[in-house]
């Protein structure tokens, strides 16, 4: 078998995927810049590393759910009110994902709440954090259905505990049952120093009672959990839909 061959079915083997590709023009660019063999060996290592990253990147873009890819340079600071640059520069490092910090995003409709928490979600993504985006309305569809079909405790596991980092978002659009707000606080309870979690809503917590059907107490043990350790940002100014 000649040595090209042996090489290939070697990185096949080692699931070297993207050496597989690259190591033959990295073998010609060693030659004619005569590179030690310790430069070639990174070269072709970093290859391979880079590839497995944006694998992985791609991966966990695709398993996050977002319904449209926003991003932190695309947000127009000087549109709104509130939003601190520096805060969501230093939010946008992860520092507090690794702390179990919690964001939460106020503000009327169309003032970029999902644009902010879909942006940092996909820089943690970047990151290569697990992350996962999904509204209110459809979390509490499938904690309803998982519990009617006898699923309840692995979809908490699997949805719920599994990303470093939740994007719930649009709470307060709709207004919850009395067994949905105690989803929503199985939800906020379990990810309570476990996990960061991101949520936007368009009602100041005063008004939060109404979203967990009037149930104060409920609502007092969700604020609870979500406020201690959390950033909150309040965000004011006009709809950007109504801008464009």
């Not at 990253?53 to 791609?58: I, L, Q, V, Y």
């Not at 991966?59 to 000087?78: H, V």
């Not at 007092?220 to 201690?228: E, N």
């Amino acid at each position: 078998m000649a040595i090209n061959e042996q090489i290939e079915t070697l990185c096949k083997e080692l699931k070297l995927n993207s050496l597989c590709k690259t190591y033959h023009d990295l073998s010609n660019r060693a030659a004619k810049e005569s590179w030690k063999y310790s430069e070639y060996l990174y070269e072709a290592l970093k290859s391979e590393s880079e590839s497995k990253a944006e694998r992985s990147k791609a991966t966990l873009t695709k398993m996050a759910g977002f319904p449209t890819i926003k991003t932190l340079d695309q947000f127009d600071y000087d549109f709104t009110v509130g939003v601190n640059r520096r805060q969501i520069d230093e939010l946008s490092t992860m520092e507090f994902v690794k702390r179990k910090e919690n964001i939460i995003l106020l503000g009327q409709s169309g003032v970029g709440k999902t644009h902010l928490a879909i942006a940092l979600a996909y820089q943690a993504v970047q990151k290569r954090v697990k992350a996962r985006f999904i509204t209110a309305s459809d979390l509490i569809l499938q904690m309803s259905q998982a519990k009617k079909e006898k699923r309840y405790d692995a979809f908490l596991r699997q949805a719920v505990m599994s990303p470093a980092l939740l994007v719930i978002d649009e709470i307060g659009y709709f207004p919850m049952s009395k067994e949905d707000a105690h989803h929503f606080f199985q939800v906020i309870s379990r990810r309570y120093e476990r996990g960061s979690t991101i949520v936007t809503s368009n009602l100041v917590f005063s008004q939060w009672s109404s979203i967990f059907a009037n149930d104060k107490v409920v609502t007092t043990a969700i604020l609870d959990r979500l406020l201690h350790h959390s950033h909150v940002i309040n965000i004011l100014g006009d709809s950007y839909r109504l801008k464009e």
